[in-house]
């Protein structure tokens, strides 16, 4: 454990408790990709089946636990709770095209071929595209309320704080972990282009907006 790592917990789960209260105190989800919540919530869930196997500290188990709940509560309000208010028809997105690639390289590319290892590998591709269905949906749209920029950006210093500690452990470990570092990078580059728009518009206090696609 690093400063790094903690930073991009508490980043990481800012992000979740600014999503859900903003569905909660609108009481809608439009802006929201739902899809992309999916993804998520499936990413938390194989990636922390260890939580019955290893016991690594207080911490570790706590926000596992505060991750998946987060995480099904927000795809619970989606499609349960506020479902009226889902924007389906910008959520559109085929999860195909990320699901069948990041299953295959989950095989082809892993650690150990036990079911828990392919499983935490497919959690590491798919969190690095996870964000996509809610890019796409803000380029299809033109526009983004603000609340869900400042989600996008905290998951976005997540991950560049997780690049940081990574970058710290293999300077005080030896440790590298290729897949997740490559993945991470992969994530990161997607939110570039978000952090520039983030910084020029939103917190200039300007709407994120985008230009149509035609």
């Given at each position: 454990?690093?400063?790094?790592?903690i930073?991009?917990?508490?980043?990481?789960?800012?992000?979740?408790?600014?999503?859900?209260?903003?569905?909660?105190?609108?009481?809608?989800?439009?802006?929201?990709?739902?899809?992309?919540?999916?993804?998520?919530?499936?990413?938390?869930?194989?990636?922390?089946?260890?939580?019955?196997?290893?016991?690594?500290?207080?911490?570790?188990t706590?926000?596992?636990?505060?991750?998946?709940?987060?995480?099904?509560?927000?795809?619970?309000?989606?499609?349960g709770?506020?479902?009226?208010?889902?924007?389906?028809?910008?959520?559109?997105?085929?999860?195909?095209?990320?699901?069948?690639?990041?299953?295959?390289?989950?095989?082809?590319?892993?650690?150990?071929?036990?079911?828990?290892?392919?499983?935490?590998?497919?959690?590491?591709y798919l969190?690095?595209?996870?964000i996509?269905?809610?890019?796409?949906?803000?380029?299809?749209?033109?526009?983004?309320?603000?609340?869900?920029?400042?989600?996008?950006?905290?998951?976005?210093?997540?991950?560049a704080?997780?690049?940081?500690?990574?970058i710290?452990?293999?300077?005080?470990?030896?440790f590298?972990?290729?897949?997740?570092?490559?993945?991470?990078?992969?994530q990161?580059?997607?939110?570039?282009?978000?952090f520039?728009?983030?910084?020029?518009?939103?917190?200039?206090?300007?709407?994120l907006?985008?230009?149509m696609?035609?």
């Open positions: 454990m690093n400063a790094f790592r930073l991009g917990d508490l980043s990481h789960l800012l992000a979740m408790i600014l999503l859900l209260g903003k569905i909660w105190r609108s009481k809608c989800c439009k802006g929201i990709s739902g899809k992309s919540q999916i993804l998520f919530a499936l990413v938390f869930t194989t990636r922390y089946l260890d939580l019955f196997t290893n016991f690594i500290s207080v911490y570790n706590v926000m596992k636990v505060v991750f998946l709940l987060c995480s099904y509560v927000t795809v619970y309000m989606i499609y709770k506020f479902r009226k208010t889902f924007d389906i028809e910008n959520d559109t997105f085929r999860l195909e095209f990320l699901l069948v690639p990041v299953i295959g390289l989950s095989f082809l590319e892993n650690y150990s071929f036990t079911p828990l290892e392919i499983l935490w590998t497919f959690s590491i969190e690095s595209v996870a996509l269905p809610q890019l796409f949906m803000i380029s299809k749209t033109g526009e983004a309320e603000t609340i869900t920029t400042h989600y996008l950006f905290f998951l976005g210093v997540y991950r704080l997780y690049l940081a500690n990574w710290r452990r293999y300077q005080t470990e030896n590298y972990d290729q897949i997740a570092v490559v993945s991470g990078v992969v990161t580059i997607f939110y570039c282009d978000f520039y728009l983030y910084v020029t518009k939103v917190l200039k206090g300007k709407k907006s985008l230009p696609p035609i």
